[in-house]
């Protein structure tokens, strides 16, 4: 009998390998991706070149000032993402067999949203879920997309409607806009708002880049770009600054009534049409083993909002 050669063994790289290469892919920075894997530098380097060295493969270009993934090391990288996204869809089936919403949930939301609402539902989040570990994530709609398609984000919290590829999404309620202004203001009547009898320069709105500013300016019929000030704001607390200072006024979302940025302002709002609104709701990634889950946690936030009314 002629036995047949054996074919040499195959060595793998490690998830950790892994994992420390695609967050130097992100940040093209030994130091950062370093701090982000909670390792020292000098630990992280060696684990990056025992993967060089594995792989047989130069998938970085070091230098004093700059480091460069190479064109190997950018498809090294793109791989090593979907690995990890299949390895924790792979925890995520074991774990939610028999026990649905128990150990870490990594949850963006973004910032227009999460001083209003966390307040009012963790609390019976916590009562409900005791063994939920929810990790929290705030930061603008694109970058939680994009960390929830890398697979460090499981779900996402955000304001819709959004163009978001490659995601399933649920719609949780409604969140009418209110006119804001000082009280006593000269720049508008409260009581016979129009947005057409408005002074150029009047309204004014987050920066580009918060999906808050679209969604107002959509929801709020704001045709007349004239009526936009100059000045936008980095932040919703510094946007109500503005407004209490009576440089303009602006439009805010119904769950910021009765809150704490509004608390010790002189800034007021009233009520528009129904019409005027965004919609709250969740999204995470197409065919997540979690997705009932997801399912339940998005129904029993809006069922604990301060307003139940769908």
């Known amino acids: 009998m002629v036995s047949m050669p054996t074919a040499p063994p195959v060595h793998l790289p490690t998830v950790k390998q892994l994992r420390y290469f695609v967050a130097l892919a992100e940040h093209k920075h030994f130091g950062r991706a370093a701090a982000q894997c909670n390792v020292s530098q000098s630990a992280f380097s060696v684990a990056i070149r025992e993967l060089e060295t594995l792989l047989d493969a130069n998938l970085v270009d070091r230098t004093n000032r700059k480091v460069t993934i190479t064109a190997t ?19 995520d089936v074991a774990r939610s067999e028999n026990r649905p919403l128990h150990g870490p949930l990594q949850l963006g939301i973004i910032p227009t949203i999460a001083p209003f609402l966390l307040p009012q539902v963790l609390p019976a989040v916590r009562e409900a879920f005791p063994e939920l570990k929810l990790f929290l994530h705030e930061d603008q709609t694109q970058r939680l997309y994009e960390q929830l398609m890398e697979g460090t984000l499981d779900l996402v919290l955000l304001a819709l409607p959004y163009e978001l590829p490659g995601v399933e ?3 949780l309620f409604r969140d009418r806009f209110r006119l804001a202004v000082r009280e006593g203001t000269a720049l ?7 947005f057409d009898r408005l002074e150029p320069g009047t309204v004014l709105l987050l920066r580009e880049g918060h999906c808050m500013r679209e969604h107002a300016i959509d929801a709020c019929r704001m045709r007349d770009p004239e009526k936009m000030s100059a000045f936008s704001a980095s932040s919703l607390l510094t946007l109500i600054e503005m407004v209490d200072a009576d440089l303009g006024i602006t439009f805010l979302p119904e769950m910021a009534e009765g809150s704490a940025m509004l608390q010790n302002t002189q800034v007021k709002t009233y009520p528009l049409s129904d019409n005027n609104y965004r919609s709250i709701g969740l999204i995470w990634r197409r065919g997540s083993a979690r997705q009932d889950e997801f399912r339940m946690l998005g129904e029993f936030i809006a069922e604990h909002r301060k307003d139940g009314s769908r």
């Open 73 to 91: 090391g950018k498809e090294v990288a793109a791989l090593a993402k979907r690995c990890l996204q299949d390895l924790r869809a792979l925890a």
């Open 169 to 171: 999404q649920m719609v």
């Open 188 to 194: 508008v009547d409260p009581a016979h708002y129009r």
